[in-house]
């Protein structure tokens, strides 16, 4: 048992990795393209690359209401990300990012709760002291303004924790096929917004390499989280997953040299006291 939860809290620490790069390379190329089709080439890459894994080592087909959950996912998390990467592009990543996962972490926790009783005692200090965290990194210096693109990352973090929902229930029949058709769903459901706005449905060719890069990114994030869901608690791993503002912060604060007041830098240390909280 300890062993399983030690290898869920891993593979959610992997997820919130890769999905913190993603939303950086993603946030710098939203700056530069339209959203939509920069989730096309995200999610398409992502679909590819899931569907040869798929195809390589025979995971099996699931059941339809799998799949259909599998769908939702999809189609939720596309709105979440356009949302997201729009609001990391007209705001400052150290704000928007965190905001979102606090958002996205809440729902979640409520339903893994609600499903697989409530955690222990210290988990749900770990919790609250995470939240907090997040909530303290996503404060802006002005606190009388309100942040650029504050409205859509609170849409993104609603879309992110729908998505995390249905996939941990599309993922209990497995990950490739679930993950695969989630991909699919999000890509094809951006490219409608794209011919509806009237937008390419791809980026330019000199951002191509890095909506890829982000496509590779996010993907493997989402992979990760199914999997740590399948080896201990949903909430567990929504909320550790739900730490990826931190690679997002640091990212943008080193290469965009976006600046961190001290209020949000007493909001890192809290999530970093969190994790092992959260891991007991």
Not at 139 to 157: C, Q, W, Y
Not at 206 to 231: C, E
């Amino acid at each position: 048992m300890a062993a399983t939860q030690f290898a869920s809290v891993g593979l959610s620490f992997a997820s919130a990795a890769s999905w913190g790069a993603g939303d950086f390379t993603g946030g710098i190329a939203a700056k530069r393209t339209g959203v939509f089709g920069l989730v096309v080439a995200a999610h398409g890459t992502g679909f590819l690359a899931v569907l040869v894994l798929t195809l390589i080592r025979h995971e099996p087909i699931p059941a339809r209401h799998f799949l259909l959950w599998a769908i939702a996912g999809g189609l939720l998390g596309s709105i979440g990300l356009a949302a997201f990467y729009r609001a990391l592009a007209v705001g400052k990543m150290g704000i928007n990012a965190p905001v979102a996962a606090v958002i996205a972490a809440a729902l979640p926790v409520t339903i893994g709760i609600f499903l697989q009783g409530r955690p222990g005692k210290l988990q749900l200090v770990g919790f609250a002291v995470a939240i907090i965290g997040i909530v303290l990194v996503s404060k802006p210096e002005a606190f009388h303004e309100r942040p650029a693109g504050i409205g859509l990352a609170v849409l993104a973090g609603v879309g992110f924790g729908g998505f995390l929902t249905c996939m941990n229930l599309a993922g209990a029949s497995g990950v490739l096929w679930p993950l695969c058709i989630g991909r699919l769903s999000s890509a094809l459901l951006m490219l409608l917004f794209c011919l509806f706005a009237r937008q390419s449905p791809l980026p330019t060719p000199r951002l191509l390499p890095l909506a890829v890069l982000t496509g590779i990114l996010d993907t493997a994030g989402n992979a990760f989280f199914m999997m740590a869901t399948q080896a201990g608690r949903l909430d567990v791993a929504a909320v550790l997953s739900s730490l990826y503002p931190v690679i997002t912060v640091v990212l943008a604060r080193s290469i965009l040299k976006e600046r961190m007041h001290r209020v949000q830098t007493a909001g890192m240390w809290m999530v970093l006291v969190a994790i092992p909280l959260i891991a007991a």
